[in-house]
């Protein structure tokens, strides 16, 4: 790609026209337009204050080409106006470039492209049974039986698509999906942010279905890949299985409420798309379906449906691999800046404050502590953890690393590994006690058990003390705190999983009210030594 062609690129994400730009960078509208043609290059100077205008690094302009084109195929709600389309596109190709990089980086031999379709997809389908069949089947390959998908964006990371977020407030685009690359070899898929999860998931599974299934004339491909999007979320074993009735008993004569909002919690699909896939099956009639939604309609539920909103998912694969790269220094400091589009130590709490409203109920006030063990008396302050803290936390987690199964790393973790504690306790408490001078005597942290809402009441606990303060009420006070914190959040149960070589960490969770609920056995190694993970509970 030319830096004339780079020039275009940038400015249609920023949305800007040529006279913008110009304005902007100090140099004439017909100099943008020589630019972006080819005619003219800019000076090294205009080639500064371009990329200052445009928000990039001058590194931009001078990127590898690595995605030839782009024709997305867009869930949309209304007519998506042309200036709009091409920043959107714009914006996707310069992710999905950055996205490429970092693959053909770690894994040159493959190209950044490696992709391959389960056998039997894509598949042609000529009826809504064979649309059907087609979901059923792509859940078989991918082995993932009748239960619900725990959290979709991860299951097709891991399948070899690359997922995408855009951040936009425009209601006409909700997603879109495309093959990168004239060969056709990478599958995409990108959905709007600022969406209920219960809505992003179930256009990430129609855009999916464009993926995966073909439709024959006569079979309108919207449809279509709205009826794939409901037998993937839910085969129809598992919907059967929830609505109907006892065999020979016939129809649903009504869907409550209550089961509507508690399968939309299971499953993470919305109450409406319950009702469509209830009335897709069977098991209720067209006429309930439209009395259901005529009642949704009337209470506004078919904009907001009630009850807990379902989270959005976030994919993380790009992240990963961007610190992955650098912890194995392929790539340097700036290169992982390059390629993140933002600082590496951006401040985890100020990008939870900038994107999750939930952080701000978590926010307290340090809390100062007195002990005396031994005679001794100190003050110290339990607070939030802040960017700040990045090199003494990794550090006291890495001592654990070294001597240890308290932490199960086998190696030293680099600094970026703070970014990944951090994003694991998204909209969760995470304190660090300090001595007066400010330094971290230990910290702890909550992070979700597990990603659906039906097990939002639970958390589990991390704590690492720093071996100079060990066995002196740091880790007590802590804990207490972290619990304090839970209860306000709506939190009943505690847990913890500790390795069963740990023998002091588990006397320490005894202690504070923990108790023994499980184990799994043999199923972790270090160093060579095979350990038991313990779980261990406390009720609040």
């Known amino acids: 790609m030319t830096i004339g062609e780079r020039i275009k690129q940038a400015r249609k994400i920023r949305g800007m026209s040529q006279r913008e730009l110009a304005k902007r960078a100090e140099v004439s509208a017909q100099a943008i337009s020589k630019y972006e043609r080819d005619i003219n290059a800019p000076s090294s100077g205009v080639l500064l204050r371009l990329a200052k205008a445009l928000g990039v690094g001058v590194e931009f302009f001078v990127r ?11 869930r949309r709600r209304r007519a998506f106006p042309k ?69 979709l964006v991860h299951l097709l990371e891991d399948k070899g698509i690359k997922v995408g977020v855009v951040d936009s407030d425009d209601y006409r685009f909700d997603a879109c999906t495309f093959f990168a690359g004239d060969d056709g070899r990478a599958p995409v898929v990108v959905v709007r942010s600022k969406i ?7 256009s990430i599974a129609h855009e999916l279905g464009h993926l995966m299934i073909e439709p024959g004339e006569g079979l309108d491909a919207e449809r279509a890949a709205h009826r794939f999007a409901g037998a993937f979320l839910v085969p129809e074993k598992a919907a059967r299985f929830e609505l109907e009735l006892a065999a020979g008993r016939g129809r649903r004569r009504d869907l409550s409420d209550f089961e509507l909002l508690a399968l939309k919690q299971k499953y993470g699909m919305s109450m409406q798309a319950w009702i469509y896939r209830a009335k897709d099956l069977g098991i209720i009639s067209d006429g309930m379906a439209a009395g259901l939604f005529k009642k949704f309609r009337a209470r ?17 694969r790009f992240e990963i691999l961007v610190n992955l790269a650098l912890a194995e220094e392929a790539i340097s400091k700036r290169r992982a800046e390059e390629l993140l589009n933002r600082p590496v130590e951006e401040s985890f709490a100020e990008d939870s404050e900038a994107s999750d409203s939930s952080a ?29 803290d990045r090199k003494e936390i990794v550090e006291i987690f890495n001592f654990y690393v070294e001597n240890s199964f308290a932490a199960f790393p086998e190696k030293r973790v680099p600094t970026e590994f703070f970014n990944v504690l951090m994003e694991a306790c998204r909209g969760y408490p995470a304190f660090a006690a300090r001595d007066a001078g400010g330094r971290v005597l230990g910290f702890a942290l909550l992070r979700p058990h597990h990603p659906m809402p039906a097990f939002s009441s639970a ?45 002091e960490s588990i006397a320490f969770h005894r202690s504070l009210g923990f108790r023994e609920c499980g184990r799994l056995e043999a199923i972790g190694r270090k160093w060579g030594k095979v350990f038991d993970v313990v779980w261990m509970q406390r009720m609040l």
């Not at 590898?64 to 867009?74: A, C, F, W």
């Not at 809504?128 to 039986?145: I, N, T």
Request: hydrophobic fraction near 35%; charge should be negative.
């Open 459 to 503: 958390a589990e606990i991390s704590i690492f003390i720093h071996p100079e303060f060990k066995g002196r009420g740091k880790g007590r006070s802590l804990v207490e705190r972290l619990v304090d914190e839970a209860k306000r959040m709506g939190i009943s149960s505690i847990l913890a999983s500790i390795s069963s070589r740990n023998e």
């Open 64 to 74: 590898p080409r690595s995605v030839l084109s782009i024709t997305p195929d867009y």
């Open 360 to 388: 701000e109920k978590l926010i307290s006030d340090p809390i100062l502590v007195r002990d005396a063990p031994e005679g001794e008396s100190m003050e110290y302050e339990i607070g939030p953890i802040s960017s700040e």
């Open 300 to 316: 506004g539920w078919h904009k907001t449906e009630p009850g807990g909103e379902i989270s959005s998912e976030w994919p993380m």
């Open 196 to 202: 209920p999860g219960d809505r992003q998931r179930f």
């Open 83 to 151: 200036k709009r389309e091409a920043a959107l596109i714009a914006e996707i190709a310069d992710w999905l470039e950055r996205y490429i990089e970092i693959e053909r980086i770690l894994r040159p031999e493959e190209g950044g492209l490696a992709f391959e379709f389960p056998p039997g997809f894509p598949r042609a389908v000529s009826s809504m049974e064979e649309v059907e069949a087609a979901a059923l089947d792509l859940r078989r390959a991918w082995d993932l039986g009748s239960d619900p998908i725990e959290n």
